[in-house]
């Protein structure tokens, strides 16, 4: 099975839960805290798998992130001059 396949699948398990959790409502009473916690969980597993559909349509080249190029020449020491030494401290006073 491809992807598609298998995210469908699950779709149409997860819309089977759906009806069966009306169903249950309907006998039980859906006041109740258990149904409430149960009724949101279905509905942030229906959330996901769309947000996993609308990852999965997208080409595998366009999540990959851009890349930096970082260039080997040295960087103006200049920049520097107004900063401590990290772990050191200042220049002009001890560590206690």
């Known amino acids: 099975m491809s992807v598609h396949d298998d995210i469908t ?7 089977d839960l759906h009806r069966s959790l009306g169903r249950l409502e309907n006998q039980l009473g859906g006041g ?16 996901s798998v769309a ?5 999965a349509s997208t080409p595998a ?3 990959r992130p851009d890349l930096v190029t970082i260039s080997d020449t040295p960087y103006d020491i200049s920049l520097w001059t107004d900063s401590d030494d990290e772990g050191l ?8």
């Open 32 to 47: 109740g805290l258990e149904m409430r916690r149960v009724r949101l969980d279905a509905d942030h597993l229906r959330e």
């Open 9 to 15: 699948s699950v779709q149409r398990s997860l819309d």
């Open 61 to 63: 080249a366009a999540r």
């Open 51 to 55: 947000l996993l559909r609308e990852a």
């Open 89 to 96: 401290g200042a220049r002009d006073r001890h560590a206690p």
